[in-house]
């Protein structure tokens, strides 16, 4: 990493929003049982355990929790969308921390994570997640889904992503693209998974935080859409679902 330092020194004079991006992550080798590119089953916890420590510029990390469903109680499981969302396996809390060890692990320096989190989550706070790892939230994202979601009062059309970056904290020549507006409109036509996420702002993130060629993780990928969102912008995807 003395490089990627000089050339941050040495590039003092440019503006914070240059499009130019300078910090190099490293070649890395996987074990014969992680195929790139490919729906791997398998737990998340194991893919990311078997990749190097410091070698990823970048984790979508989706946890699969009930937040919204039991805090509320709506009551719609086994109807509709509740019931795909129902079936899945899901993460306590103790688990999801122990994810962002592992994810905290696996990135490298000034590498990001970008976390979807539901509003409950939001409200109620999420940062005790990263307790004890190197991760700060630097940004969120509103996606708004273009469709009605539930709610008793006011019917959810959003998620969030919020961003999260390792230390050293920077955007100058880690972050190059910035034309990315905090609130996103994309509709999810044709959803496979109760959790399906927007590809074209994957696309932009992934983009923006990486260079050609590098590796884009998800533990948790459902329905691979990050995998799609990488391979479009010529990224190689690690990834794992326990479904597949």
Known sequence: MQNTKQMWES???????GSDRYIIAPAIEVSDNIVPNTRLKMDGLGLLGSLPKASIPVVFF???????????????EGKGRGKKRSQLMQMSES?????????????????????????????????????????????????????????????????????????????KGVWKIHN???????????????????????RKLIAAVTNPGDYVV???????????????ESRNFIGCDLEG
């Open 11 to 17: 590039e003092t004079s440019k503006t914070v929003f």
């Open 62 to 76: 989706d946890p699969q929790y009930r937040g919204i469903l039991d805090k509320m109680a709506y009551g719609n």
């Open 95 to 171: 688990i999801i921390v122990e994810f962002f060890h592992h994810i905290d692990n696996v990135l490298m320096p000034s590498g990001h994570l970008f976390l979807w989190i539901d509003k409950f989550h939001l409200c109620q706070g999420f940062s005790d997640w990263a307790n004890g790892t190197e991760l700060e939230i630097v940004d969120l994202i509103t996606w708004d889904k273009a469709r009605m979601g539930m709610g008793y009062r006011t019917r959810r059309v959003s998620e969030y992503c919020a961003v999260l970056q390792k230390l050293p904290k920077r955007a």
């Open 180 to 202: 990315i507006p905090d609130t996103w409109r994309e509709s999810v036509k044709g959803k496979e998974h109760p959790h399906q996420k927007p590809v074209g702002l994957q």
């Open 218 to 232: 998800d533990p948790a990928a459902g329905s691979f859409s990050v995998m799609v969102s990488a391979n479009l």
